[in-house]
C-alpha cells in the first residue's frame, strides 16, 4: 500500500489516477455547460459539475494529508537539475491551481447563499458572485498547466525512464 524510494505507492497511485479523470472531466464538463443554451440540461450539468467537485474538493484533502503518511519517491535517478525545478514547479503550481478552483467554486455556491447544496444550484444563482471571473480564468490556467505536465511525462518517458511505472502504469517500460 506504502510506496518506496522510486514508486508510489498503491493508494497514492489511486488518488492521483482518480482526481485526474474528475478533474479532467470537470475542466471539460465546466466547458461544455457553460456554453450551451438548453437551460434545463444546463442546470443538470451545473449540479453535476457541483456533486464532482465537491468529491474533488474530499479527495485532495484526503491526498494531501496522504503525504504526510506516504512520502512521494525521489525523483528519478538521473534527472537533470532543470527537469527537476520544471517538475516540482508543474507540480507545485497544479496544487495551487486545483485548490484555487475548488476555493472559487465553494466561494461562488456562498457567496450567492446557494450552500453546499448541488441540488440548489442553477445558472442564475451564481451569475453576480466575484469568484466566478476566478474559477473562469484559473480554470483556463489549469487546461494549460494539465497539457505541459501530460507532454513533460510523455517526453521523458519516451526518452529518458519510466514515469508511467512509478504510478503504477507499467505498459509503456522498455523492459517490458
Ligand atoms: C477542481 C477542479 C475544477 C475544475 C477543473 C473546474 C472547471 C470548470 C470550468 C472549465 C468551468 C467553465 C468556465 C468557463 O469557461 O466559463 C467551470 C465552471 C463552474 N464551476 Fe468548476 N471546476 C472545478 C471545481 C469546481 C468546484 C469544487 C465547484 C463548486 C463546488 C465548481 C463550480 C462551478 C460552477 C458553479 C461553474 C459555473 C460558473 C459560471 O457559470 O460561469 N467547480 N468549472
Redesign the pocket.
Known amino acids: 500500500m506504502k510506496g518506496s524510494a522510486t514508486n508510489y505507492g498503491r493508494i497514492a497511485q489511486i488518488f492521483h489516477w482518480l482526481s485526474m479523470l474528475?478533474?479532467?472531466g470537470?475542466?471539460?464538463?465546466?466547458?461544455i455547460?457553460?456554453?450551451i443554451n438548453n437551460t434545463a440540461q444546463q442546470t443538470q450539468m451545473?449540479k453535476m459539475?457541483?456533486t464532482?467537485?465537491?468529491i474533488?474538493?474530499a479527495l485532495?484533502v484526503a491526498r494531501v494529508l496522504w503525504i504526510f503518511v506516504d512520502k512521494r519517491p525521489d525523483m528519478p535517478e538521473g534527472m537533470k537539475a532543470a527537469q527537476k525545478t520544471a517538475f516540482s514547479l508543474n507540480h507545485l503550481l497544479l496544487y495551487v491551481v486545483?485548490g484555487l478552483?475548488?476555493?472559487?467554486?465553494?466561494g461562488?455556491?456562498l457567496l450567492s447563499g446557494v450552500g453546499?447544496s448541488?441540488a440548489n444550484?442553477t445558472?442564475e444563482a451564481?451569475?453576480n458572485v466575484t469568484p466566478?471571473?476566478v474559477?473562469?480564468v484559473v480554470?483556463?490556467l489549469?487546461?494549460f498547466l494539465f497539457f505541459m505536465h501530460l507532454a513533460g511525462v510523455i517526453i521523458y518517458q519516451v526518452r529518458e525512464g519510466d514515469t508511467f511505472g512509478r504510478m503504477g502504469i507499467p505498459w509503456f517500460s522498455k523492459a517490458s
Open positions: 474528475l478533474i479532467v470537470l475542466a471539460i464538463g465546466g466547458t455547460m457553460t456554453r451545473y459539475h457541483v464532482v467537485g465537491l474533488v474538493l485532495t486545483i478552483l475548488v476555493a472559487s467554486g465553494v461562488m455556491l453546499l448541488p444550484v445558472p451564481i451569475k466566478r471571473t474559477h473562469d480554470s483556463k489549469f487546461i
